[in-house]
């Protein structure tokens, strides 16, 4: 009994700790669900912090948490970005530039700038 339970954790440790196809798969759809979840705590803040001029920050900081994760949250937060920025340019009529904004902060932050190049003066803290 103890043999089994000694090559079963064996198992699982050489199968979580190889370099396949399977756990590299799985590490993106987790990074990727983590991601999304960013970018959903970002907007939930910039409604709740309802502050002007704090957009591109918000938009930044999304990307920027999302892309921490890895590749999965950096793909999440890119096709979230350019959904939303689609829709938003169909739907809002804040125009061209205002979405090309957008997505420079969008990029700003999930290549890595720190969000706060973003945040304007007297943005409450906590956020």
Not at 16 to 34: H, K, T
Not at 37 to 44: P, S
Not at 74 to 83: G, H, L, R
């Amino acid at each position: 009994m103890k043999l089994s339970i000694c090559l079963a954790l064996l198992l699982v440790a050489v199968g979580a700790s190889a370099d396949n196809p399977f756990s590299r798969a799985g590490r993106f759809v987790w990074d990727a669900v983590g991601g999304a979840g960013d970018m959903l705590r970002a907007y939930q803040d910039m409604r709740e912090a309802n502050y002007v001029g704090a957009d591109k920050y918000f938009h930044a900081r999304g990307n920027y948490d999302a892309a921490q994760r890895g590749p999965g949250g950096a793909w999440a937060a890119k096709v979230i970005s350019d959904a939303r920025e689609l829709w938003q340019g169909g739907v809002s009529g804040r125009g061209a530039e205002d979405t090309a904004a957008d997505q420079e902060a969008n990029a700003w932050g999930r290549g890595g700038g720190d969000p706060n190049h973003y945040r304007p003066a007297g943005l409450p803290s906590r956020y």
